[in-house]
């Protein structure tokens, strides 16, 4: 079998040369010179009368025989002997061995004319059995090119779907991440609203129980720690949401092109099974010059790993984000709950200091009041001391007074003179002096008064400190959210 192609410089394309001795089947000659006419010029006379008539049917058809159809027309006309017996004298067209010659042509061009037409056949059936198989060859390489082409957008969209698992999974688990934290924000909200509810409460104490005290410290370290745990928990929410966005792009973008991959996945495989014999097949001119590509298999295979890296990295961001979420929930809640406890135990400490202070006084006031009723009663003695000696010093005086009447030298400064006159200010002494402690004892009366004022007070104080640390701040702070609901748990 010759290559292909070979057909263009077969030797029947160029005629062989005639051959000098061949003479053709006597079968053939019958139909090998009929109808034909020599090529040679005419050199005999025309103006035979048994001529045929074909003759000039077929030179009136053959340009160069114009002439001599014409001349030999007049020649005719003018020499036509009018008797059969005169053609023997008359010469004839051709010679024998134009006969032969004019024969000889025709076999060789017969011959000729047919080797080339078997020639012609067996290229022809070559060339169309190259050209089938051929033709088979690249379909069957289209075919396996499709199958392969097939078994990449197979393997690429397996991996998008894995991929895409991968990242629902991961983002359903952000999101679930995410309202715990919502939730435990939320839950923060009622801690800081006591720990202001009871510095607002601890502000009505009066006197001196308003004291910038250990539980004050503690409440105000309370809500700095409070308001610090909800700033982190707003930041890493921020931090959640935008990588639920970037999370759920990514998802879009892997989910766009898992449809393409489909559709081509579909289209690419029914074109692998298409046959010579399937329906549908048709011709569609000039497709062949369309290129809507816009991309190559490197840039196709890069787009999707581009697409599964991104969305590796996004996972790997949102898992280390989930982590230290629940890293935040863990921490804030021991924070929260630590402090919690140092309040509630720097209230135990404040409400037993308060209760024992209020204990003192209640002890000191039932001695002042006690106190008090002794003072009083030692100014009625000393009232009715004082009056019993007025009755002494009266009866003194009255007889100091009755001996000044004594007539002339009677008037003697006797001792009973010198002793009525020494019981005079005997007993005004022991009056001036009862008289001073009367007034001693009412300004110590006065002053246990007094305290005894300062005391209620101060107890009142201490009532009022400890129903307000006892009764209203605890009893609030007995509803501190759980650990659990701390981190998110309902």
């Not at 590509?293 to 990295?313: C, G, H, M, Y």
Request: charged residues 30%; proline residues 3%; aromatic residues 8%.
């Amino acid at each position: 079998m010759e290559l292909l192609g070979s057909t263009l410089t077969a030797t029947y394309a160029h005629p062989r040369p005639t051959p000098t001795s061949f003479l053709p089947a006597i079968s053939t000659m019958a139909s090998s010179y009929r109808d034909r006419f020599p090529h040679y010029n005419l050199t005999h006379s025309l103006s035979l009368p048994w001529r045929p008539s074909t003759y000039y049917k077929a030179a009136s058809n053959w340009p160069t025989l114009d002439p001599y159809c014409t001349r030999s027309q007049r020649v005719s006309e003018s020499t036509m002997l009018p008797f059969v017996s005169n053609r023997t004298t008359l010469f004839t067209r051709y010679t024998p061995d134009d006969w032969y010659r004019s024969n000889l042509t025709n076999f060789q061009e017969s011959n000729t004319s047919r080797h080339n037409s078997e020639r012609l056949r067996v290229d022809t059936s070559r060339l169309i059995q190259d050209k089938y198989q051929q033709t088979r060859k690249t379909q069957a390489d289209s075919t396996q090119n499709l199958g392969e082409r097939v078994n990449d957008i197979g393997f690429w969209k397996s991996e998008i779907i894995h991929e895409l698992d991968a990242m629902i999974g991961e983002t359903n688990e952000l999101t679930d991440i995410k309202k715990r934290l919502e939730r435990a924000l939320m839950e923060t909200e009622a801690p800081l609203q006591v720990a202001r509810e009871c510095l607002f409460h601890r502000e009505k104490r009066m006197g001196i129980d308003l004291v910038h005290d250990e539980v004050e410290k503690e409440l105000l370290t309370e809500v700095d720690i409070i308001l610090c745990c909800q700033e982190r928990m707003k930041l890493y929410l921020d931090k959640a949401i935008a990588q639920l966005a970037a999370s759920r792009a990514t998802q879009h973008e892997l989910e766009k092109d898992l449809s393409d991959k489909q559709s081509a996945y579909r289209i690419d495989d029914k074109c692998h099974h298409l046959r010579n014999t399937s329906d549908g097949v048709s011709y569609f001119r000039g497709v062949e010059r369309v290129d809507a590509t816009v991309s190559v298999p490197e840039s196709w295979a890069k787009f999707t790993d581009d697409n599964i890296l991104r969305s590796q990295s996004e996972r790997a961001a949102s898992a280390k984000l989930r982590d230290d979420i629940q890293n935040l929930l863990v921490v804030t809640a021991n924070e929260m709950w630590n402090q919690f406890n140092k309040v509630n135990l720097a209230f135990t400490n404040r409400i037993a200091e308060t209760a024992d202070a209020k204990n003192k006084i209640q002890t000191h006031l039932a001695k002042t009041l006690q106190e008090i009723f002794q003072t009083e009663m030692t100014i009625e003695s000393i009232k009715k001391a004082i009056v019993e000696k007025s009755a002494f010093l009266k009866v003194a005086q009255t007889r100091l007074d009755e001996r000044t009447r004594r007539p002339n030298i009677e008037l003697c400064r006797d001792m009973a003179q010198l002793r009525l006159v020494n019981e005079v200010y005997e007993v005004d002494d022991t009056i001036q002096t009862l008289q001073q402690r009367l007034r001693d004892a009412e300004d110590t009366l006065q002053s246990l008064a007094h305290t005894k004022a300062t005391l209620e007070h101060d107890l009142a104080v201490k009532a009022n400190s400890l129903y307000i640390d006892q009764d209203k701040c605890m009893s609030m702070r007995r509803s501190f959210p759980s650990t659990l609901r701390l981190v998110g748990f309902c």
